[in-house]
């Protein structure tokens, strides 16, 4: 059976609507879940984790949308791994990327952008993405000195291999903000601010 026969446009259930959803590949197995739970057995994030692939995509057929607020949507690694084991073709990831979309529309899942927006000001002024400030503790964690040493010397760094300045070029800066506008990022950063500001 073929997508457009199995997505009717009266069909409005929380599985239909992840279907018909312009992230959803033509060929998503979600309809054909077995719930056998191979993708809970092989998910790092459910090994981890309250996380359970296999839960999220039965709350999806069940129609339960209280699933679009939970955070649980928000523990997927978008790893694949699902994807690759899943005998019908499903993919939790990319029922997750739906959900989570869904959630920020509805202004639930701004909140757990909020760390990003720090990347999302660099993109802005610079045209060029950063480690947000908020992950930096557990980097230094994670790397110890070396973390200190990357910061402080990536100039000196990026010079000893070679690599160009990692910053636009004023002209590139200029065509990227309107690339940016022209796509709503910039409309999209707001909405998030808008959100935190509200608290």
């Known amino acids: 059976m073929k997508r457009q026969e199995m997505v009717n446009e009266s069909q409005d259930d929380l599985a239909h609507k992840v279907l018909k959803d312009i992230k959803a590949p033509a060929d998503l197995g979600l309809l054909r879940c077995v719930q056998c739970g191979l993708c809970t057995s092989m998910c790092p994030a459910s090994r981890h984790s309250e996380y359970d692939a296999r839960e999220i995509i039965k709350r999806v057929l069940d129609n339960d949308e209280t699933i679009i ?11 694949y791994t699902c994807h690759s084991v899943c005998p019908v073709g499903n993919s939790v990831c990319e029922v997750n990327q739906i959900l989570r979309q869904m959630a920020i529309d509805k202004d639930t899942g701004k909140k757990q952008i909020e760390s990003f927006m720090s990347f999302a000001d660099s993109y802005l002024e610079e045209g060029l993405g950063i480690i947000p400030k908020e992950h930096y503790n557990q980097l230094r964690t994670d790397y110890g000195k070396h973390w200190e040493n990357l910061q402080e010397n990536l100039d000196d760094v990026r010079n000893d291999l070679g690599l160009d300045s990692m910053y636009l070029l004023p002209e590139a800066k200029e065509t990227v903000d309107k690339t940016l506008e022209a796509i709503g990022f910039k409309k999209r950063v707001k909405e998030v601010k808008d959100v935190r500001n509200r608290k």
Do not use: L, P, R
């Not at 607020?69 to 790893?79: H, K, S």
């Open 69 to 79: 607020e939970d955070d649980i949507i928000w523990n997927c690694f978008y790893c």
